[in-house]
């Protein structure tokens, strides 16, 4: 059964990777059982984050580069997280006619996965996803997060290569986005060239970018929905697969990638445990009720169960 499910999914079949997928969000007992299986198959798969606003059209490039990659012979393993419908979760992106023929190919795998509470986890399953799309054996794993820096799913703690999408007319997006993200780019692409104001946003990305700590950072320009300027995207995209590979940089990639990861598990480990704990022996609302009547406070009471736990 539990063989049978990891050979499925190395052979790559999406029934096999969507179950799975379905075991490791819901927690179930048998899905670390099956990560621990799959691990050693990872590592070749080249994880792609793209991020920006809401709207800019990421999903849009990720269509329009799957359709590339495809025409390349590469399979493509596509995840959306989508932080604004928490109900989305393992749904596909089915409003997008564009989609549409990407769903229908057996070699490009999509999820949709909406964050969740704070026990979800979602975190944690952004990981085993990628995990399990590598080891499924797929070549290029694109992974869409909108704005960048959210504390669920930190992008560049997991992609190999981020592209920070910016569209024009958006007044001073450049600017807000100045503080946290020059640094996380790897490549720029400033998507709806169509729309005016194109050559003013380019040249206040290629200003902070002089000033940035990444100089040569590329900046592209596309209009994903006639596709123009992808192939570039593409290009771009390998050249910095290729340098990362020359640098022995790819190395440190996946290094902060799996301690991020480790993290994740231990914490939601702990968590368990804490809710574990608290619900049978003490209820937690027992506690909170205490809390609440000054009986005792916050920071004791923390401490009070991860005593318990942690003894
Ligand atoms: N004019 C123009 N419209 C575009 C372009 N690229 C995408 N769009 C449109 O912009 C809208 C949003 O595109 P999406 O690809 O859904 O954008 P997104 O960034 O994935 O959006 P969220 O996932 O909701 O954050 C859609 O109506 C697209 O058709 C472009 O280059 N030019
Ligand atoms: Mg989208």
Redesign the pocket.
């Known amino acids: 059964m539990k063989e049978e499910i990891v050979s499925k999914v190395l052979e790559g079949d999406s029934r096999a990777i969507a179950r799975m997928i379905t075991l490791v969000e819901n927690h179930s007992k048998e899905a670390s059982s099956l990560m621990k299986e799959i691990h050693r198959y990872t590592g070749s798969a080249h994880i792609i984050g793209v991020t920006g606003v ?2 800019s ?4 490039l ?1 269509a329009e580069l799957t359709r590339l990659y495809r025409k390349n012979g590469k399979k493509v393993g596509i995840i ?1 997280i ?1 932080p604004t419908s928490p109900f989305s979760g393992g749904a596909l ?1 089915g409003d ?1 006619v564009r989609m549409t023929e990407l769903i229908l190919d057996k070699e490009v795998f999509i999820r949709s996965m909406g964050t969740r509470g704070m026990l979800g986890g979602l975190a944690g399953a952004v990981y085993d996803v990628v995990e399990i799309l590598d080891a499924s054996g797929k070549d290029v794993i694109l992974v ?1 997060t ?1 704005g960048v820096g959210q504390a669920e799913v930190d992008i560049i703690k997991i992609a190999d290569t981020t592209v920070v999408v910016i569209v024009p007319g958006l007044g001073d997006s450049v600017q807000t986005m100045k503080a946290g993200v020059m640094e996380i780019a790897d490549i720029y692409v400033v998507n709806k060239a169509d729309h005016p104001g194109i050559d003013q946003t380019v040249m206040e990305i290629e200003n902070l970018v002089e000033l940035s700590s990444n100089p040569n950072t590329p900046i592209i320009k596309t209009i994903a929905k006639t596709g123009e300027g992808v192939s570039d995207l593409l290009e771009a995209i390998s050249q910095h697969q290729k340098y990362l590979e020359t640098e022995g940089e790819l190395e440190e990639k996946r290094k902060i990638r799996y301690e991020a990861e480790l993290i994740e598990i231990i914490r939601n480990h702990l968590l368990d445990m804490i809710y574990d704990e608290s619900i049978v022996k003490q209820r937690i609302d027992t506690i909170v009720d205490r809390i609440l009547s000054k009986e005792t406070d916050p920071y004791t009471a923390a401490e009070e169960i991860l005593g318990r736990i942690l003894k």
């Open positions: 809401m709207g059209g990421k999903s849009t990720i959306a989508d992106l997008r869409e909108v």
